[in-house]
């Protein structure tokens, strides 16, 4: 008797565990089986590329960035002399330019570099170019003149006619540089604009056809003298292409 209760008992918890696990929620079960796990390759291609979108400022950005270019270095052209940023060779003007500071800064290196590599830099005390007693220096001569103790003969002086025999230190400060040109100066391409009563010949040993002139006037320094104190500097360049090289430096004055 007591064994058939004890049946009765389990058969009836065991129709009781039956039933509980049949009234589970059929919507879980379906769910788990309509959403499989992803895989982390899977989940990967569905996200956007990050590196592929970019907000609107990000594209302009990218876009600047993209068009700037650095800075060139500054070239030199066939001549030896500087370009321009550009890679351009400088126009007379540029050129004229950059020697008339390095003249008035008395740094012989940078004026060295412009001076013509075969026909050197000639050094014309008066407006009349004395192709036989002006005084010729090469490149690499220029480049010591300042320091150079050398006294030398550069012509003589006009109305006096004693010899101009100075050091180029002293033939500098009377012959070259005498005046403020670079602030003072009126300036000319290829135009006289100081005329004395020395003969200018400089179209003559420097044809237009070849050469550049730039020059430096200054009408008058002691409004006393009423212009009897004019001074002149002109650059004279040779055209070799679109280059230009230093070839004379040609000082003119007022003379009796």
Known sequence: MYFAKNIGGLALIAAMLWLTACSGTPEAGRESKQTPVQTQEQTEKQKPEQSQMQTPEQTSTAQSAATTESPQETETSSTG????????PPSVEEAATTVIRSIKNK???????WVHRDKGLRFSPYAYVDT????????????????????????TFAG????????????????VYDADFIQKAEIAVNKGLGQGTTINNLNEVYPKEQYDFVEYHIAGIDPSVEGMDWRSLRLVFEKIGEDHALVGIIHDQWTP
């Not at 007693?133 to 003969?153: A, C, I, P, W, Y």
């Not at 006619?161 to 180029?168: A, N, P, Y």
């Open 160 to 175: 006096s006619g004693d010899l101009i025999e100075l050091t180029f230190a002293d033939y500098y400060k009377r012959f």
């Open 132 to 155: 036989k007693n002006d005084l010729v220096f090469t490149r690499e001569e220029v480049e010591g003149l300042m320091n150079d103790s050398t006294k030398r003969v550069w012509r």
């Open 107 to 113: 740094d012989m290196k940078q004026l060295a570099a």
């Open 81 to 88: 002399q500087p370009q321009d940023l550009e890679g351009l």
